[in-house]
């Protein structure tokens, strides 16, 4: 009954026997004819054949449901043999928003790989809320992310902390009152910020225009809350949905954004941008790693997050 389970599960996954076909690199008759015989295994339909894209039948339903169970268990197994036959060998699925994929998993997993060269990465972008669906599941070993997810089934390990800062246009006049406490890229990489004191109140900046992200975005809303505390009501020329998008906007002159000194750490910053620390206690965060609960984790996965969070 479950032993062309991949051609169900692709099925629905696609939305489509011919989507699906290409995928298994099978004929769409050939794949219909599997999923037929399925089908008449069980004496009843599993996919409503009539709508576009097609849908589950109730039945269709359970099935999927105990054969992503199976599957997973199955990976689970797989994992474990490997684990013990080919001592840290094998695979990291790993995800991260566009900044965390392009800037900073390169560089980790580079310097990871020069100690265990035979494991090897896939690197997926997408955004929180994708990233943690396709943890929950399977299809993901770990997210490194800054959000704290609202999930009891995810397991969080701190990769290590961040403070967000406002990027400045050097262009906007508040800079000129505001000397003794503006910072450039180099002092941000320099850990400057970090010191006590040198912080400045978002209400001098008031009157500024700001790019700001969504509200699903974690940046996005502290930077709600923190607008809300001091009873302003920004002049937003635009809303984003990443950070680096909206610094590169900020690049330009066009506005005021709210950056990490990760971000700023892992980019070539540009020369035309202030720096200011927000006394805010909630403009400190963590970036964590995540992965599934009661989830069999490969060595590789264990060895890969415990190599960046004790250093």
């Avoid at 797989?78 to 928003?97: E, P």
């Avoid at 900020?250 to 980019?267: A, N, P």
């Amino acid at each position: 009954m479950f032993k062309n389970k991949e051609y169900v599960l692709t099925v629905f996954k696609e939305g489509s026997f011919t989507k699906a076909a290409e995928k298994l690199f099978v004929s769409q008759p050939s794949l219909s004819a599997s999923v037929k015989r399925i089908e008449d295994k069980i004496g009843a339909p599993l996919f409503d054949r009539s709508s576009t894209p097609i849908t589950l039948t109730e039945i269709g339903r359970e099935y999927v449901q105990y054969a992503q169970e199976i599957e997973h268990k199955e990976n689970d197994f797989a994992h474990f043999v490997s684990d013990h036959t080919n001592l840290l060998k094998g695979k990291i699925r790993i995800g991260g928003s566009s900044f965390f994929s392009s800037f900073v998993l390169p560089k980790m997993i580079s310097e990871f790989n020069k100690k265990h060269p035979k494991i090897n990465f896939k690197i997926f972008e997408d955004s929180t809320k994708n990233l943690m669906n396709k943890l929950s599941s399977g299809e993901l070993d770990i997210i490194i992310d800054n959000a704290v997810a609202d999930n009891d089934n995810m397991i969080s390990e701190v990769y290590t902390e961040e403070r967000l800062l406002l990027a400045v246009p050097k262009r906007l006049a508040v800079n000129e009152s505001l000397k003794d406490v503006r910072m450039t890229a180099d002092d941000i990489k320099a850990n400057k910020h970090i010191a006590v004191g040198n912080s400045v109140e978002l209400t001098a900046f008031k009157k500024e225009p700001f790019i700001l992200l969504h509200h699903e975005n974690d940046t996005g809303k502290r930077a709600e809350k923190l607008f809300k505390k001091y009873s302003i009501t920004p002049n937003v020329i635009f809303h984003l949905d990443q950070q680096v998008t909206a610094y590169n906007v900020s690049c330009t002159g066009m506005g005021i954004s709210f950056v990490s000194d990760t971000l700023i750490k892992h980019i070539d910053a540009s020369a035309d941008i202030y720096y200011y620390k927000l006394p805010d206690n909630s403009t400190i965060r963590n970036i964590y790693f995540y992965s599934k609960k009661n989830h069999y984790q490969p060595l590789s996965c264990r060895k890969f997050i415990e190599y960046n969070t004790k250093k």
